[in-house]
């Protein structure tokens, strides 16, 4: 059983649509970080969310942590193709170890 | 230049054979990390390190082993390559404060 479940798998759309990916688990987190990465390279963190109900922005994107904290959104307003990669959602465990979800496939076609 | 670096970049092996795939930072973070990518299970960790000397097992850490004899490399060696080791491998150092786990490239690695 993933500890991180992200959805959608994939996901495909225009440029100039808004959306959204999510991150669930049962299990409660002190944190919770998003990773955008493009092909290539490694993932880059994006951001971390620590209070239960935080929204942090980062340009056109928003980040959302569950009143919970067992949850996470990601919401993209306008895409734009730079905005394609894959993004992952990730939590620290025991030993600073990341444990990350399987991530969202984002194509913005122009 | 500062930063973590892997090498090589891509690689092909033959089964059997021992490959050593190679990390280096220079921030001097105490932790470092390797995982590996694969479609269908995203990333899942091999092993890592709290310090040098210091080496622990991941998620899937069978047929690799590292060495971390100076705090600024953690090279992962496959002892006998298997297919199913076909993979991107990453290596990440973690540090301190908000933005605090760096990885690296990824060295592509081949198995046939």
């Known amino acids: 059983t993933q500890l991180l479940e992200q959805s959608p798998q994939f996901l495909s759309i225009q440029e100039g649509e808004n959306l959204t990916v999510y991150c669930n688990s049962s299990?409660?987190?002190?944190?919770l970080q998003w990773y955008r990465q493009e092909p290539g390279e490694g993932p880059v963190l994006l951001v971390t969310?620590?209070?239960?109900?935080e929204v942090k922005k980062l340009k056109r994107l928003t980040f959302q942590f569950g009143d919970a904290r067992k949850d996470s959104s990601l919401h993209i307003t306008a895409a734009q193709p730079g905005d394609t990669g894959l993004y992952l959602c990730?939590?620290?465990?025991?030993?600073?170890?990341?444990?990350f979800g399987e991530g969202t496939q984002l194509t913005v076609n122009p | 230049d500062a930063g973590i670096t892997q090498s090589p970049r891509y690689k092909i092996t033959e089964t059997g054979r021992q490959v050593t795939l190679m990390c280096h930072q220079t921030?001097?973070?105490?932790?470092m990390f390797w995982y590996r990518q694969d479609l269908g299970h995203g990333l899942r960790l091999i092993y890592y390190?709290?310090?040098?000397?210091?080496?622990d097992k991941g998620e899937v850490p069978d047929g690799y082993v590292v060495s971390r004899s100076k705090t600024e490399n953690f090279p992962l060696t496959l002892e006998s390559a298997t297919r199913s080791q076909t993979s991107v491998y990453f290596c990440?150092?973690?540090?301190?404060?908000?933005?605090?786990?760096?990885f690296g490239s990824g060295t592509r690695l081949t198995v046939v």
């Open positions: 990440a150092s973690r540090g301190t404060g908000v933005f605090r786990y760096t």
């Open positions: 299990s409660v987190f002190s944190s």
């Open positions: 969310v620590v209070t239960g109900g």
């Open positions: 990730a939590v620290e465990t025991s030993g600073s170890r990341l444990t």
């Open positions: 921030w001097s973070h105490s932790y």
């Open positions: 390190s709290a310090a040098a000397d210091i080496t």
